[in-house]
């Protein structure tokens, strides 16, 4: 396997570079909201991401024949990491969950009207997979969806019950829902679901976490939803789910933060000294940041193995051929980086030592303040996408083979 660029996909690095150079703001890129900066959530992040748009970016692996540039996964990968490691907004679930799923199962009712506000960025969406009972466990959820014929005729189901943990309920137009409507069976008895949020019945309760960022928990109260906002085949979307959760798992969790935050260490430990002393001559300090950067080099590496193995299913999807999509190596790079993310987060405030406890922007505390809000928020990302309990029964059961309750 080749771990280098190509010129071509240098240069389109070099450019990605320049245009965020041009839009550098702080209303736009802030490190310190850690994973939650990739969510497009306020204007001058959408009127950025419409610009990306504008450029082609949003839908660069996108089929031409959808509006977009059929480049490989490489593009959008280097597009993504420049993005997070200033901790600016990402191309994410618009692009990749709900865009790539329509493409490949949606209507051409549901493509023609939503693939173009994709592309142009004129819509915003929240993922409704999560609830009380199924967080990590998708195939659990039972929010229930039955067939219903409105007054005037119209054919579709009549949804009731409640999704937690929907971070984007708050600001998004449209949720992207996952809902029971056979529940007889568990896995083939999901179907997607394009609903509008700014109805009657839908009502939004905001939820903070401990990271500072809200997300939110949604009930649904009778709410219809007529049959052509229906994504795919009725009972398949667990599918559906599973094949775009191994996308959410490596672009909600990309290399280029945790990097920024181990050079963000590595200066500190450069430059302080401690009862006199150079803190990069102490031998702990010095065999800690050995691991973290052994490790780092880890996930970058297996991040790249990723993309690897998704540019190979994407030829064979292109050429009609069967395929699997790269789930094991999703859940290893998902369970290893955020899990070395919070060893790095740990180290940052041992490191620091007791001043690292102050709040993040506080000037004279170490690093600024930044080691106590990645602690916070690192937790968290072992969490979202799937904790990492559930990766290593995927990595288990699908990986190596193992019985289901090894």
């Known amino acids: 396997m080749n771990f280098e660029f190509s010129e071509e996909q240098k240069a ?9 150079d041009e839009h550098d703001d702080i209303d736009i890129f802030d490190v310190t909201r850690e994973n939650m900066a990739q969510i497009v959530d306020t204007p001058k ?44 907004p990402q191309i994410g679930k618009g692009v990749g969950i709900i865009g790539k799923t329509l493409i490949a199962h949606g209507s051409d009712y549901l493509k023609d009207k939503f693939l173009p506000m994709i592309l142009e960025n004129d819509v915003e969406f929240a993922v409704g997979y999560s609830e009380p009972d199924a967080g990590s466990d998708a195939a659990s959820m039972r929010l229930k969806g039955e067939r219903h014929t409105t007054e005037d005729g119209r054919t579709g189901w009549l949804l009731n019950g409640q999704k937690t943990w929907t971070t984007s309920a708050h600001f998004a137009e449209w949720y992207w829902l996952g809902v029971r409507t056979d529940p007889d069976n568990k896995h083939m008895g999901i179907t997607l679901m394009l609903v509008p949020l700014d109805q009657e019945g839908v009502t939004i309760n905001g939820i903070w ?71 990069k001559d102490d031998a702990t300090v010095r065999a800690r940041m050995a691991n973290l950067h052994t490790e780092a080099e880890v996930a970058r590496v297996m991040g790249l193995k990723f993309v690897a193995e998704a540019v190979k299913v994407e030829h064979k999807a292109k050429a009609g ?54 602690y916070r928020y690192t937790v968290i990302d072992t969490i979202g996408g799937g904790s990492s309990e559930i990766q290593k029964n995927i990595i288990a059961r699908r990986g190596l083979g193992l019985p289901k309750n090894f």
């Open 209 to 279: 976490t401990m990271g500072d960022e809200r997300t939110n928990e949604v009930w649904i109260d009778n709410v219809f939803v007529p049959d052509e906002y229906v994504v795919g085949e009725v009972n398949h979307g667990f599918r559906y789910i599973s094949q775009a959760l191994d996308l959410e798992r490596f672009t909600m969790f990309t290399y280029s933060p945790i990097k920024q935050r181990l050079d963000l260490l590595t200066e500190y430990v450069q430059n302080t000294t401690r009862d006199g002393e150079p803190l």
């Open 12 to 20: 389109f690095e070099k450019e990605v570079i320049a245009f965020c």
């Open 45 to 88: 992040r959408r009127a950025f991401m419409k610009e990306l748009g504008h450029k082609g970016w949003l839908g660069i692996t996108w089929p031409e024949e959808y509006g977009g540039s059929d480049g490989e996964g490489v593009y959008e990968y280097i597009l993504n990491e420049q993005l997070a490691g200033r901790g600016g």
């Open 321 to 374: 051929q069967d395929f699997q999509p790269p789930t094991v190596v999703a859940s290893e790079y998902k369970l290893f980086a955020t899990e070395l993310s919070r060893r790095l987060a740990t180290a940052a405030m041992d490191i620091g030592g007791h001043s690292t406890q102050m709040r993040v922007h506080t000037e004279d505390a170490p690093m600024v303040g930044r080691s106590e809000s990645t």
